[in-house]
């Protein structure tokens, strides 16, 4: 019965995006820098906007009268403005200030309205001041830091959307599977957001006619960092730790960008194009090749997340196997960078003595 609200979803989003991509063409509402790749037609953006109407549309038809509390309603306006903050960025290009004031309001609005916190019983001889401060930081931090981060990977079609779909389908299988009680409004709230990804999937896949923009980016990221911390309350080491083995790929390359731009003297917030997915389409993998390899690695460490649930008796050593695969992948990363800039300096060495010759 959970499942039909994945269909419904779908539907509901992919009729949306038809309709959008039709709009943003006759409006000439088209992405600015078209994600770095190559020559091509200009594409729509802000596919975002038919997620974010197919999402709440299923929620209110629904859920009902269950959706109109203070938490609920705060979860909405908070993701409206989420919404907008994208927006503006896909059309005028927002400095990273602004946007991440935007952010600011929206996940303070969703903890001060919706109470929704991180809530844990590792801290328990903490006094109520520092354990509020804790939660408090920890919530905005982590809100904030999974907005960006699949706002970082949206760098190829259908990149970001079909992590993100891997990613919730493990968190919906944990939660209707293992989850101690089940909160329905927040389990429709995953299984929609899963179904609205997969209607708009087909229209992002490569070649895309339409992206996420930072309008769906944003959104997505948003309500996954909110749905993950509500269903966190009194959550032990494990259950805090899983949303982000779940979500390992985008945070991962977030760290790596924020490292390399601060050993090189940089902004973190000056955009670059070293990204893994970069790093990949250099080493003269197609667009679609990428997509699968960030996607392999996606399933691996949901498998690992899965497991950890399955077999708790194991979950030390799936752990370390987690950590291990974390510290293999920053290796091959690693390794990526050094070859690409080795080849780089023998190429320019072959400039210049061919200059010398002539």
Same mark, same amino acid.
């Given at each position: 019965? #959970?499942m039909?609200?994945?269909?419904? @979803?779908a539907? @509901?989003t ?18 600015r820098?078209?994600?770095?790749i ?8 802000s ?7 197919? +999402? ?9 009268? $269950? ?5 609920y309603l ?5 993701? /409206? ?19 991440m ?7 303070n ?6 109470n ?6 590792l ?9 509020q401060?804790l939660?408090? !930081? ?10 960006n ?8 079609d ?6 993100m779909?891997?990613?919730? +389908?493990?968190?919906v299988?944990?939660?209707?599977n +293992?989850?101690l ?6 389990t429709? #709230? /995953?299984l929609t ?5 997969i ?10 006619k339409?992206? /996420? ?5 944003l ?5 996954y960092?909110?749905?993950?911390v ?9 259950? $805090?730790? /899983? ?30 194009n070293?990204?893994?997915h970069?790093?990949?389409?250099n080493?003269g ?10 996607n ?10 899965i497991?950890?649930? !399955?077999?708790?008796?194991w979950?030390?050593?799936?752990? #370390? ?23 780089k ?12 010759n002539?």
């Amino acid at each position: 019965m #959970m499942m039909d609200i994945v269909l419904y @979803a779908a539907i @509901a989003t992919g009729i949306l995006t038809g309709l959008w991509l039709y709009w943003s063409k006759k409006w000439r509402w088209f992405d600015r820098d078209d994600h770095e790749i190559k020559n091509r037609k200009r594409i729509p953006t802000s596919g975002g906007i038919a997620i974010f109407i197919g +999402f709440w549309l299923v929620i209110f038809i629904r859920l009902g009268d $269950l959706i109109f509390t203070q938490q609920y309603l705060g979860i909405f306006l908070a993701s /409206l403005i989420v919404l907008v903050t994208g927006l503006l960025d896909d059309r005028y290009e927002l400095s990273p200030l602004q946007k991440m004031i935007g952010l600011f309001v929206a996940s303070n609005v969703v903890y001060f309205v919706s109470n929704v916190t991180f809530s844990t019983t590792l801290l328990p001889h903490a006094s109520p001041l520092v354990y509020q401060l804790l939660e408090y !930081l920890f919530t905005i931090g982590w809100l904030l830091l999974v907005c960006n981060a699949i706002n970082l990977i949206d760098g190829l079609d259908g990149l970001a959307t079909s992590t993100m779909v891997i990613s919730l +389908f493990a968190l919906v299988f944990i939660t209707i599977n +293992f989850s101690l009680s089940i909160q329905l409004v927040l389990t429709t #709230m /995953l299984l929609t957001l899963l179904g609205s990804l997969i209607g708009f999937l087909p229209f992002n896949w490569s070649p895309a006619k339409i992206y /996420l923009g930072d309008t769906g980016a944003l959104f997505i990221g948003f309500m996954y960092g909110v749905l993950t911390v509500s269903q966190l309350k009194n959550a032990s080491f494990y259950s $805090l730790i /899983l949303p982000m083995i779940l979500y390992a790929v985008p945070l991962f390359d977030t760290a790596f960008a924020i490292i390399r731009r601060v050993m090189k003297g940089q902004s973190i917030t000056e955009g670059d194009n070293q990204h893994i997915h970069h790093r990949l389409l250099n080493l003269g993998l197609k667009e679609w090749q990428v997509v699968l390899v960030m996607n392999i690695i996606t399933l691996a460490f949901s498998g690992l997340a899965i497991l950890t649930q !399955l077999f708790r008796e194991w979950r030390q050593v799936i752990l #370390m196997v987690i950590i291990l695969m974390m510290i293999g992948l920053a290796a091959w990363v690693l390794y990526i960078s050094y070859q690409q800039r080795n080849n780089k300096r023998k190429g320019n060495d072959y400039d210049s003595k061919d200059s010398d010759n002539r």
